[in-house]
């Protein structure tokens, strides 16, 4: 098994970045739905409701607080794929064709991402 190029492992990075994004979005909508839930919820049926509103308050808070980063790290990572995407063009006809679509693709991806973080 042939090492995996440096291209390779960038396009997975972001590709790993993007699924990360995502999942800290889908946290963040569960997050919303529990806390109105619980802001719907009649404080007589549960005793812990205001303890329980004010810990799903910090951690929604908690997941708004990563998303900046993790925009910082997709544009860096995007950078540096793209500047690997360079590097593999002047290669000319030795260049991975498969690999530097891939690397597109997942460049495509973060950008979408990104409109989503901003």
């Known amino acids: 098994m042939a090492p995996r190029s440096q291209l390779e492992i960038h396009t997975a ?4 970045l993007v699924k990360e994004e995502a999942s800290y979005r889908s946290e963040l909508d569960q997050q ?12 007589s049926e549960d005793v812990n409701r205001e303890y329980t509103l004010k810990q799903e308050c910090l951690a929604l808070e908690e997941t708004k607080r990563v998303l900046p980063t993790l925009k910082v ?3 860096e990572a995007i950078a540096k794929l793209n500047s690997l995407l360079v590097e593999e063009g002047k290669k ?12 597109k693709d997942a460049i495509a991806k973060a950008r979408t991402a ?3 973080i901003a």
């Not at 919303?32 to 404080?43: F, G, H, M, V």
């Not at 000319?92 to 690397?103: D, H, K, M, T």
């Open 13 to 16: 990075s972001v590709l790993r």
């Open 32 to 43: 919303q739905k529990r806390i109105q839930k619980l802001e719907a919820q009649d404080p």
């Open 73 to 75: 790290k997709i544009e």
């Open 92 to 103: 000319g006809a030795e260049s991975n064709v498969e690999q530097i679509n891939a690397a």
């Open 114 to 116: 990104e409109r989503e």
